[in-house]
Nanobody, 121 residues
Framework: QLQASGGGLVQAGGSLRLSCATSGLRLVDYGIGWFRQAPGKEREGVSYIRGGNQYYANSVKGRFTVSGDNAKNTVYLQMNSLTSEDTAIYYC??????????????????WGQGTLVTVSS
């Protein structure tokens, strides 16, 4: 029901835009979170959007922008000024977490398969 795409190889300082297409879900009914998991690390919350509200992890604030297109049932994550620290598999997930808990994995019901982002330094 969730399909993440747009990952790839990019040089440090570059940009990528990830997409999360939903099927069978309406963005008006769920919030969409972006998470990432780097090799050897736990999965961490990157960003979250629900309605007109967006939330970001401190590590990406000012560099990443999350947006949604309700008509297309698609959420985007624009990633700028990428560094090697951003290398990870990126996942999108749908849920209804309270705003203060958007970054908690267990708050989400549905997960996409992930898309790999590799930033070369």
């Amino acid at each position: 029901q969730l399909q993440a795409s747009g990952g790839g190889l990019v040089q440090a300082g570059g940009s990528l835009r990830l997409s999360c297409a939903t099927s069978g879900l309406r963005l008006v009914d769920y919030g969409i979170g972006w998470f990432r998991q780097a090799p050897g690390k736990e999965r961490e919350g990157v960003s979250y959007i629900r309605g007109g509200n967006q939330y970001y992890a401190n590590s990406v604030k000012g560099r990443f922008t999350v947006s949604g297109d309700n008509a297309k049932n698609t959420v985007y994550l624009q990633m700028n000024s990428l560094t090697s620290e951003d290398t990870a598999i990126y996942y999108c997930a749908a849920g209804r977490p309270v705003a203060s808990a958007w970054f908690i994995n267990s708050m989400y019901y549905y997960w996409g398969q992930g898309t790999l982002v590799t930033v070369s330094s």
